[in-house]
């Protein structure tokens, strides 16, 4: 059987729908997967890919990169969502990031898009940042 090429469009887009409607992802799980890729583009490097700070750079680096998996840890079991995002965005500066060492990502992130794009890519980041955080284990760096 051979498909006509005017039928083929509507079922590729039924076909993606249907997949769609079937495995729905909550936004922040979405937005975490965007931040990951967001995360292996601009913070693996320095953190490392599971985020313990042993990223390839790492040694190379003044000031030891923060164990991104013990934030929550660290901050009474809740993950500080919110001041992330300020670290993150360059309002709060922290060792490492934001002065001559590293760019806040935010401000770097404003050189190449717009606003919203910026503050989506950072709540993507802080998504994904939250799905690394362990439990019981050592206090961050």
């Not at 500066?93 to 401000?107: I, Q």
């Amino acid at each position: 059987m051979k498909l006509c090429p005017r039928y083929l469009l509507p079922l590729v887009l039924a076909v993606f729908t249907l997949a769609l409607l079937s495995a729905p992802l909550a936004a922040a799980e979405g937005d975490a997967v965007f931040g990951k890729h967001t995360y292996r583009s601009f913070c693996s490097s320095c953190h490392g890919d599971s985020g313990e700070g042993d990223g390839d750079l790492a040694q190379y680096l003044t000031i030891e990169p923060t164990n991104l998996t013990m934030l929550a840890s660290t901050n009474g079991g809740e993950f500080p969502a919110e001041r992330v995002r300020v670290v993150i965005d360059g309002r709060e500066p922290v060792p490492g990031h934001g002065g001559g060492d590293m760019p806040a990502w935010g401000y770097a992130f404003r050189e190449i898009y717009e606003d919203a794009t910026v503050e989506q890519k950072i709540d993507q980041l802080v998504a994904y940042l939250r799905t690394l955080q362990v439990t019981n284990a050592a206090p961050a760096r």
